[in-house]
């Protein structure tokens, strides 16, 4: 893909049986663009698709492979020499141009760690035992940063790898997946490229607000029925407390 | 001029009054300050600069451990602490809080219109506090109403109106924030009100340190002045004591402090 503008923001959306996640990235381009109007977002899907909230419709480059497999592709379609990839299922709930800042001078930030709606570190391990186990680097690929560089091109290169052949990779870990999630490929690569590479010291990059029932404390999966939300447009609040940066709301219908 | 505030208005098994004499003398040793005493009852101990006589205002049942029984607990009117003060930047005690030392002193010089402690902790380390320091069934992060420093100014201002509303409805609040406990709770008002000035950011100043606590089941004695000592037992049953010297703290067992003050005063 040429180079189309400098920045920009790249959401993967490619719609499964059950979920649809071309719905839940046009709520996330929105609300990028009610802090961010001028902002340039493109949307990575498969077939006939078009929303004016996307600046650019790429199809995937090397076609649909199935699942979380697309993700090494992203390199390739972005057309941004600076690239902020995001998980279509989040909302931004506050200003996030100053990320730009932040990561100019690097060549790939992958997140690390998450929040809940306190805006306090999760303390919770129930999702991350794989990480723990095989002391892999605690990063969330929701946001991850890329400008076009070498370091960049090998990354995406070891991800594609570590994807085309799990089956050797996984005898490598302790509890492995049957399946390869994108975080724990993205953790694998970053181990074999240098975590200092690849993320920023802990505490310093943004991450977002994960509301998974373990990290929040709920008492089901959906938390939309437990707790009080309220979209603010721009923005939203969980129980009254503000929420800022990016919010992973995980239950994939709820602004739908 | 700067002063301190204290609430006191007893019930059957608490003279919070005595213990607010004891901690004045306290707080004009340590602080230098001026102490106001709010209360319901015509008190003459000179030890007071000032006494605002008012309605003990709401008043609820709370269990405290240490006596074994619910008692009448006449904590509405800390909200109407800006408009009882008469001080220009007010020093908000609890009458069990024990001033060891001038740390307060500190309060005074920030360049902050409200201040208070947002995280609290067992000084025998016995006990975990990370219960305690939040509230409702989401675990809200709490704002402790025990010590708050407030000059007179619109945030100020804004915080204690919005206590009082908060206090006024507090049905509401309590299904809002799914808190369990039907008690009324100055901190737990403080917390939601911090919420409602700032924009419901949690981004609000606190005091810059800990308010060190001391809980109920641990027996207390003063050995000196400002030097106390807390004897606890530990998990496999071992009696253990430290000491605390120059120390403020929180002292949640109402009844140890009573006996302290009652022989000293």
Same mark, same amino acid.
């Given at each position: 893909?040429?180079?189309?503008?400098?920045?920009?923001?790249?959401?993967?959306?490619?719609?499964?049986?059950?979920?649809?996640?071309?719905?839940?990235?046009?709520?996330?381009?929105?609300?990028?663009?009610?802090?961010?109007?001028?902002?340039?977002?493109? !949307?990575?899907?498969?077939?006939?698709?078009?929303?004016?909230?996307?600046?650019?419709?790429?199809?995937?480059?090397?076609?649909?492979?199935?699942?979380?497999?697309?993700?090494?592709?992203?390199?390739?379609?972005?057309?941004?020499?600076?690239?902020?990839?995001?998980?279509?299922?989040?909302?931004?709930?506050?200003?996030?141009?100053?990320?730009?800042?932040?990561?100019?001078?690097?060549?790939? !930030?992958?997140?690390?760690?998450?929040?809940?709606?306190?805006?306090?570190?999760?303390?919770?391990?129930?999702?991350?035992?794989?990480?723990?186990?095989?002391?892999?680097?605690?990063?969330?690929?929701?946001?991850?940063?890329?400008?076009?560089?070498?370091?960049?091109?090998?990354?995406?290169?070891?991800?594609?790898?570590?994807?085309?052949?799990?089956?050797?990779?996984?005898?490598?870990?302790?509890?492995?997946?049957?399946?390869?999630?994108?975080?724990?490929?993205?953790?694998?690569?970053?181990?074999?490229?240098?975590?200092?590479?690849?993320?920023?010291?802990?505490?310093?990059?943004?991450?977002?607000?994960?509301?998974?029932?373990?990290?929040?404390?709920?008492?089901?999966?959906?938390?939309?029925?437990?707790?009080?939300?309220?979209?603010?447009?721009?923005?939203?609040?969980?129980?009254? !407390?503000?929420?800022?940066?990016?919010?992973?709301?995980? !239950?994939?219908?709820?602004?739908? | 001029?700067?002063?301190?505030?204290?609430?006191?208005?007893?019930?059957?098994?608490?003279?919070?009054?005595?213990?607010?004499?004891?901690?004045?003398?306290?707080?004009?040793?340590?602080?230098?300050?001026?102490?106001?005493?709010?209360?319901?009852?015509?008190?003459?101990?000179?030890?007071?600069?000032?006494?605002?006589?008012?309605?003990?205002?709401?008043?609820?049942?709370?269990?405290?451990?240490?006596?074994?029984?619910?008692?009448?607990?006449?904590?509405?009117?800390?909200?109407?602490?800006?408009?009882?003060?008469?001080?220009?930047?007010?020093?908000?005690?609890?009458?069990?809080?024990?001033?060891?030392?001038?740390?307060?002193?500190?309060?005074?010089?920030?360049?902050?219109?409200?201040?208070?402690?947002?995280?609290?902790?067992?000084?025998?380390?016995?006990?975990?506090?990370?219960?305690?320091?939040?509230?409702?069934?989401?675990?809200?992060?709490?704002?402790?109403?025990?010590?708050?420093?407030?000059?007179?100014?619109?945030?100020?201002?804004?915080?204690?109106?919005?206590?009082?509303?908060?206090?006024?409805?507090?049905?509401?609040?309590?299904?809002?924030?799914?808190?369990?406990?039907?008690?009324?709770?100055?901190?737990?008002?403080?917390?939601?009100?911090?919420?409602?000035?700032?924009?419901?950011?949690?981004?609000?100043?606190?005091?810059?340190?800990?308010?060190?606590?001391?809980?109920?089941?641990?027996?207390?004695?003063?050995?000196?002045?400002?030097?106390?000592?807390?004897?606890?037992?530990?998990?496999?049953?071992?009696?253990?004591?430290?000491?605390?010297?120059?120390?403020?703290?929180?002292?949640?067992?109402?009844?140890?402090?009573?006996?302290?003050?009652?022989?000293?005063?």
């Amino acid at each position: 893909m040429p180079v189309l503008a400098e920045r920009g923001y790249l959401i993967p959306a490619v719609n499964t049986d059950t979920v649809d996640y071309l719905t839940c990235a046009v709520q996330l381009a929105k609300s990028i663009r009610q802090w961010h109007p001028t902002a340039n977002i493109s !949307v990575v899907t498969v077939g006939n698709y078009e929303d004016p909230v996307f600046d650019h419709v790429i199809a995937l480059p090397y076609g649909d492979l199935g699942g979380y497999v697309n993700d090494w592709q992203m390199f390739a379609a972005s057309p941004y020499r600076q690239t902020i990839k995001l998980e279509a299922d989040m909302i931004a709930a506050s200003p996030i141009d100053h990320w730009w800042t932040l990561f100019e001078h690097r060549d790939v !930030v992958i997140s690390q760690g998450c929040r809940n709606f306190y805006d306090q570190p999760a303390q919770s391990r129930f999702y991350r035992k794989i990480f723990d186990s095989n002391q892999l680097p605690d990063v969330y690929n929701a946001i991850t940063y890329w400008r076009l560089s070498h370091t960049a091109k090998e990354f995406f290169d070891l991800v594609r790898s570590i994807f085309e052949n799990w089956n050797r990779f996984k005898k490598l870990l302790k509890f492995a997946e049957e399946e390869p999630s994108t975080d724990v490929v993205y953790a694998i690569a970053a181990l074999i490229i240098g975590p200092e590479q690849v993320t920023l010291p802990a505490g310093l990059g943004p991450n977002m607000v994960h509301m998974k029932r373990h990290i929040i404390g709920t008492g089901s999966n959906d938390w939309t029925q437990e707790l009080v939300w309220e979209l603010t447009n721009p923005g939203v609040r969980i129980n009254t !407390v503000a929420q800022w940066g990016l919010f992973h709301y995980q !239950v994939k219908d709820w602004l739908q | 001029m700067n002063g301190a505030l204290i609430f006191a208005f007893n019930n059957e098994q608490i003279d919070y009054v005595r213990m607010a004499a004891w901690s004045a003398r306290s707080i004009h040793r340590h602080l230098d300050i001026p102490v106001c005493l709010v209360t319901d009852v015509k008190v003459d101990d000179t030890v007071f600069d000032r006494v605002v006589q008012t309605a003990a205002g709401v008043s609820t049942s709370r269990h405290f451990s240490d006596f074994g029984t619910n008692v009448i607990w006449h904590n509405g009117s800390r909200a109407n602490a800006y408009e009882l003060s008469p001080w220009d930047t007010t020093l908000v005690l609890d009458a069990d809080y024990v001033v060891a030392s001038n740390n307060l002193a500190t309060l005074f010089e920030l360049d902050q219109d409200f201040l208070a402690h947002n995280h609290a902790y067992d000084v025998t380390g016995r006990n975990d506090f990370s219960g305690l320091n939040c509230f409702g069934r989401h675990r809200m992060p709490m704002w402790w109403a025990t010590v708050m420093m407030f000059r007179r100014s619109k945030q100020a201002e804004l915080i204690f109106d919005s206590m009082t509303m908060i206090r006024d409805n507090w049905q509401h609040y309590r299904n809002l924030y799914g808190n369990s406990q039907g008690t009324f709770r100055n901190d737990h008002a403080l917390t939601i009100a911090l919420g409602i000035v700032d924009g419901h950011t949690l981004d609000h100043s606190a005091i810059p340190w800990s308010l060190a606590s001391l809980t109920p089941e641990h027996e207390l004695q003063q050995t000196d002045a400002d030097t106390f000592r807390v004897d606890f037992t530990t998990d496999n049953n071992k009696s253990k004591w430290i000491e605390l010297c120059g120390q403020d703290f929180h002292a949640m067992g109402k009844k140890t402090l009573g006996d302290i003050v009652a022989s000293t005063c």
